[in-house]
Structures are given as structure tokens and as C-alpha cells.
């Protein structure tokens, strides 16, 4: 059964850093690309980065271009989301997911959708 799971969500000041990982069971990540998206309350759920899988190519949100780096380890089945220069506006629940990644696009992959619970992500002093 594909399973993904979040972990590394927390409070943090503005200005801080925070790592998520996306720990991923039941399918190969390598062929799959591996997104993350956010969901504020009342807000739109919003596509913020993903990787490809077979040549690693990222996709980040104007929102957070420059702040947030993503990866990927196959071997420890695992992406990470590195979020440095948090705002109050990052404020969210991160889940991450399939998807399909390009360098200017993030969709769901509807052959093969499957997410993960998310976990809140709280900016504030």
C-alpha cells in the first residue's frame, strides 16, 4: 500500500528554518515525482515545490523561490523540504505527494495520486 508521511512540522520564529521530510513506503519514489503543497485556513490548497524523478528537475512557487530547497535520497526513500527565512505567511499544513514536476509546473498525477496527512507548519514570534 503506497503511504506517504510527513514529519518536521513546527513552531518556529520569523526569520527561522525548519526541514521537512516526506518519508515515502509501498511504491519506488524514483518514478514518481514527489511534490509538496500547503493549505492555510480559508485558503487555496497551493503547489510550492516538487522534484522529478528520473532527472531531478525542481519546480518552486514564486512564494518561496529563493527561501525553500528541496531534495531527494532514494536510497532513505525520503524527500525533504529545507524552508529557510520563514514568514507568518508560510504558515500552513505541508503535505507532500505524487505529482507531475516540471520546471515551471506542479500537477497532480492522476494515474497514481496518493498523499500524505501533512503536518502544520506555524510562523510566529
Same mark, same amino acid.
Given at each position: %500500500?503506497? %503511504? #506517504? !508521511?510527513?514529519? /518536521? /512540522?513546527? #513552531? !518556529?520564529?520569523? /526569520? +527561522?528554518? #525548519? *526541514?521537512l521530510s516526506c518519508t515515502i513506503s509501498g511504491f519506488e519514489m524514483d518514478r514518481y515525482g514527489i511534490g509538496w503543497y500547503r493549505q492555510a485556513p /480559508?485558503?487555496?490548497r497551493e503547489g510550492v515545490s516538487c522534484i522529478r524523478s528520473y532527472d531531478g528537475v525542481t519546480y518552486y512557487a514564486d512564494s518561496v523561490k529563493g *527561501? @525553500?530547497? &528541496?531534495? *531527494?535520497?532514494?536510497?532513505k526513500d525520503t524527500v525533504y523540504l529545507q524552508?529557510? +527565512?520563514l514568514k507568518p505567511e508560510d504558515t500552513a499544513v505541508y503535505s507532500c505527494a505524487t505529482v507531475l514536476c516540471g520546471t515551471n509546473y &506542479?500537477? !497532480? %498525477?492522476? *494515474? @497514481?495520486d496518493h498523499r500524505g496527512q501533512g503536518? %502544520? !507548519?506555524t510562523v510566529s514570534s
Open positions: %500500500q503506497a %503511504q #506517504l !508521511v510527513e514529519s /518536521g /512540522g513546527g #513552531l !518556529v520564529q520569523p /526569520g +527561522g528554518s #525548519l *526541514r /480559508g485558503k487555496e *527561501r @525553500f530547497t &528541496i531534495s *531527494r535520497n532514494n536510497a524552508m529557510d +527565512g &506542479i500537477e !497532480v %498525477q492522476s *494515474r @497514481f503536518t %502544520q !507548519v
